[in-house]
């Protein structure tokens, strides 16, 4: 689609393309749902323009302005075409339905469309606000449909390039805190990032030209509450027709026309890709844009993301992943498939504050699809910090696409801490230097290293789990042992000797500051009479090849054993030799929450 005529000012609502709910489960419903916004004259009946169900289900019509339900009918499964549906009460105002597609014997549903009746025209109309706020250096451009883009924009210019070199332009789409009809709100909140905000001086110090799109965030018009454009989320990416229909391309366009703009100033603009950088809401948008267009980013840095960023995945543990948890429909919302090998080239750094407790979680304007809420929690967990950011990085990593996360100590819901990593990140991808250094491994590793691999009756073994690692900064509060044979110890290194032979489960237990506990366990067989001490076994919750694995013997004695003393001494050894050994590894590897949480 061509970014500059891809806006639509013909009468009539366009086709909002259906969004599969389902996990890809052979035995789940499956099925599709097109509404136009076809009503009739009276208010008193809708005419859906596409049915298809592959089992009998339940077909719901709501008003989304007033949250009322206007029919709920029996389907059977098969395909249909300009399925008229009556509602009660009748529907006499502009207002958006959804049509929904639920099981008939409950449960969540599997596709559902949106669509705007009653009175709309279709032509655009431009907001009213304040034209007569340019600033020092800053310009005020205003909307120009033609050139593809229905909302004005700032353009910041810095004084000068000091070396010379074309610069990228970076982005920041506005992120006024509250939905509202008021533009001029929207356009203030812009007018405060390109005059003082932390963006204004990254601008500053990059040496970059820098542009703010304002977007609203509209209350009731031209869309209502429920399309949360500053996040860049599913009802607004559904929209087709009126004046947000794809913002993510009027930003493009925007992008274009700052080039333009810029290169006629004589500042030496670069047109290869752009900066983009975003915190809460706008760290948001800027994420799952990168996602949708990361041919065009050069690097991103979002944060404040609720531990919940776009992963680059439709399927991820077993589960599929509409947008904007994922993008298993991204192609039906764009018509493009997600170019993963351009968002592996693109620079990412995503990261949080350690005690950032502003979720998204649980608010409509979010989450307007109850499903789409309950996946997100399924899929990314419930903890911010210790669950779902750690799976946005494994997410990241089974998709192949490399990108950078970081947790900042005692930090809130705030980007200062990262505002020189925000600076050197955007500066080293302009130079085309390594980033791969300023992320960190967000994962939990557990591991259990024993003084012995063949303990006997009375032997006194060693466990220590000094070399475990947690998510950056969290504080371990006790470490728990059970020794599978009904006592128990505690500390990060402790001792233990066994009365009687047999196989026995080791457990730690670790818990940390933020409540959560992490289990790993081992077995452990004691035999009746003393062997000599081999290699410490290692159970590590982390998936590896274990076979190149290196770990120092706890033991001084061990230090004086040579192979000849002890032929299962070493790696090759206990690899050679590991079908005879009577100490079994089991691993189980588990991270729950504790009670009180």
């Given at each position: 689609m061509n970014r500059r005529t891809f806006v639509r000012t013909s009468a009539g609502i366009g086709t909002v393309a259906s969004v599969a709910l389902t996990g890809s489960a052979t035995a789940e419903p499956s099925g599709s749902v097109i509404f136009d916004g076809q009503m009739s004259e009276d208010g008193t009946s809708v005419v859906v323009t596409e049915i298809s169900t592959d089992t009998t289900a339940n077909l719901h019509v709501r008003n989304q302005e007033t949250d009322e339900r206007l029919a709920s009918i029996t389907i059977e499964a098969g395909t249909y075409e300009d399925y008229e549906v009556d509602i009660d009460p009748p529907v006499t105002e502009r207002s958006e339905l959804s049509v929904h597609l639920y099981p008939e014997d409950g449960g969540q549903g599997f596709a559902r469309d949106y669509g705007i009746v009653g009175e709309f025209d279709g032509e655009y109309e431009e907001p009213e606000y304040d034209e007569s706020a340019d600033g020092d250096g800053y310009t005020l451009i205003d909307p120009d449909p033609d050139a593809g883009f229905n909302y004005p924009f700032y353009l910041?210019?810095?004084?000068?390039?000091?070396?010379?070199?074309?610069?990228?332009?970076?982005?920041?789409?506005?992120?006024?805190?509250?939905?509202?009809?008021?533009?001029?709100?929207?356009?203030?909140?812009?007018?405060?990032?390109?005059?003082?905000?932390?963006?204004?001086?990254?601008?500053?110090?990059?040496?970059?030209?820098?542009?703010?799109?304002?977007?609203?965030?509209?209350?009731?018009?031209?869309?209502?509450?429920?399309?949360?454009?500053?996040?860049?989320?599913?009802?607004?990416?559904?929209?087709?027709?009126?004046?947000?229909?794809?913002?993510?391309?009027?930003?493009?366009?925007?992008?274009?026309?700052?080039?333009?703009?810029?290169?006629?100033?004589?500042?030496?603009?670069?047109?290869?890709?752009?900066?983009?950088?975003?915190?809460?809401?706008?760290?948001?948008?800027?994420?799952?844009?990168?996602?949708?267009?990361?041919?065009?980013?050069?690097?991103?840095?979002?944060?404040?993301?609720?531990?919940?960023?776009?992963?680059?995945?439709?399927?991820?543990?077993?589960?599929?992943?509409?947008?904007?948890?994922?993008?298993?429909?991204?192609?039906?919302?764009?018509?493009?498939?997600?170019?993963?090998?351009a968002l592996d080239e693109t620079n990412q750094f995503l990261y949080m504050g350690d005690e950032d407790d502003n979720d998204t979680i649980g608010f409509g304007d979010a989450w307007t699809d109850d499903s789409l809420e309950q996946l997100a929690l399924d899929v990314y967990g419930d903890d911010m910090i210790t669950e779902r950011f750690p799976t946005c990085q494994r997410a990241y990593e089974e998709?192949?696409?490399?990108?950078?996360?970081?947790?900042?100590?005692?930090?809130?819901?705030?980007?200062?801490?990262?505002?020189?990593?925000?600076?050197?990140?955007?500066?080293?991808?302009?130079?085309?230097?390594?980033?791969?250094?300023?992320g960190q491994d967000l994962g939990t590793s557990l591991r259990i290293d024993i003084s012995t691999?063949?303990?006997?009756?009375?032997?006194?073994?060693?466990?220590?789990?000094?070399?475990?690692?947690?998510?950056?900064?969290?504080?371990?509060?006790?470490?728990?042992?059970?020794?599978?044979?009904?006592?128990?110890?505690?500390?990060?290194?402790?001792?233990?000797?066994?009365?009687?032979?047999?196989?026995?489960?080791?457990?730690?237990?670790?818990?940390?500051?933020?409540?959560?506990?992490?289990?790993?366990?081992?077995?452990?067989?004691?035999?009746?009479?003393?062997?000599?001490?081999?290699?410490?076994?290692?159970?590590?919750?982390?998936?590896?090849?274990?076979?190149?694995?290196?770990?120092?013997?706890?033991?001084?004695?061990?230090?004086?054993?040579?192979?000849?003393?002890?032929?299962g001494f070493g790696i090759g050894g206990a690899l050679a030799g590991i079908g005879g050994l009577a100490y079994m590894l089991n691993r189980r590897i588990t991270d729950t929450e504790s009670a009180s949480k």
């Open positions: 910041y210019e810095p004084d000068s390039a000091s070396s010379g070199n074309s610069k990228p332009v970076m982005v920041e789409p506005v992120n006024t805190g509250t939905a509202t009809d008021d533009f001029d709100q929207h356009r203030e909140a812009a007018e405060q990032t390109v005059e003082v905000s932390g963006t204004r001086q990254m601008a500053d110090e990059l040496e970059v030209p820098l542009v703010v799109p304002i977007f609203p965030r509209p209350e009731s018009d031209p869309v209502n509450w429920r399309h949360y454009v500053h996040q860049l989320d599913d009802t607004t990416m559904g929209l087709n027709g009126g004046p947000l229909e794809r913002v993510d391309l009027q930003l493009l366009n925007m992008v274009e026309a700052a080039q333009e703009q810029l290169a006629a100033d004589g500042f030496p603009v670069s047109t290869d890709g752009i900066l983009m950088n975003g915190f809460s809401a706008s760290g948001n948008f800027v994420d799952r844009f990168t996602v949708l267009h990361p041919e065009e980013v050069i690097s991103v840095t979002a944060g404040g993301l609720n531990g919940m960023a776009l992963l680059p995945l439709d399927e991820f543990d077993g589960q599929e992943l509409p947008y904007h948890v994922g993008t298993a429909d991204i192609e039906a919302l764009t018509g493009e498939s997600v170019n993963h090998e998709a192949g696409v490399t990108a950078q996360f970081r947790v900042y100590p005692d930090a809130g819901h705030t980007p200062q801490p990262a505002t020189d990593d925000l600076v050197e990140f955007h500066r080293r991808s302009i130079e085309g230097e390594d980033v791969s250094h300023m691999d063949n303990a006997a009756v009375g032997d006194e073994i060693v466990f220590d789990a000094s070399d475990s690692s947690l998510p950056a900064d969290t504080v371990v509060l006790t470490y728990q042992w059970e020794f599978g044979d009904g006592s128990a110890g505690s500390g990060e290194t402790t001792t233990y000797t066994y009365d009687e032979e047999g196989v026995f489960t080791v457990t730690l237990t670790v818990t940390t500051d933020r409540g959560n506990k992490h289990e790993e366990s081992i077995e452990v067989e004691v035999g009746e009479t003393d062997t000599v001490d081999s290699d410490n076994q290692t159970a590590d919750d982390t998936v590896s090849d274990h076979s190149d694995d290196t770990v120092d013997n706890a033991s001084d004695d061990d230090d004086d054993t040579t192979d000849d003393e002890a032929p």
